[in-house]
Nanobody, 116 residues
Framework: QVQLVESGGGLVQPGGSLRLSCAAS????????MAWYRQAPGKERELVAT????????NYADSVKGRFTISRDNAKNTVYLQMNSLKPEDTAVYYC?????????WGQGTQVTVSS
């Protein structure tokens, strides 16, 4: 069965760092494009970062450029999101997504709270 399981969320002070992980199983991870999304209460889900399967090309939302880094380890079937210089407005549930052509899978999300 297909699974995407996020971990690494938690409570952190402004200016702090967290690393999120998304462990994948049940599909050929290396050919899938991967992405991180987030959704804050009362807001729409927004795209944070992407990394392609072929080539490993990355893209970021303007709001996180220079602070967040997406990466993947195909040997571990895992995608990461390193988050530095965190701000209160980064508070949200963070979701992992995989996509290959018309196939899409979503994780259940992990909570990130940035507060002093």
């Amino acid at each position: 069965q297909v699974q995407l399981v996020e971990s690494g969320g938690g409570l952190v002070q402004p200016g702090g760092s967290l690393r999120l992980s998304c462990a994948a199983s049940g599909f050929t991870f290396s050919i899938y494009n991967m992405a991180w999304y987030r959704q804050a209460p009362g807001k729409e889900r927004e795209l944070v970062a992407t990394i392609t399967g072929p080539g490993g090309r990355v893209n970021y939302a303007d709001s996180v450029k220079g602070r967040f880094t997406i990466s993947r380890d195909n040997a571990k079937n895992t995608v990461y999101l390193q988050m530095n210089s965190l701000k209160p407005e980064d508070t949200a549930v963070y979701y992992c997504k995989s996509q290959w052509q018309v196939l899409q899978y979503w994780g259940q999300g992990t909570q990130v709270t940035v507060s002093s």
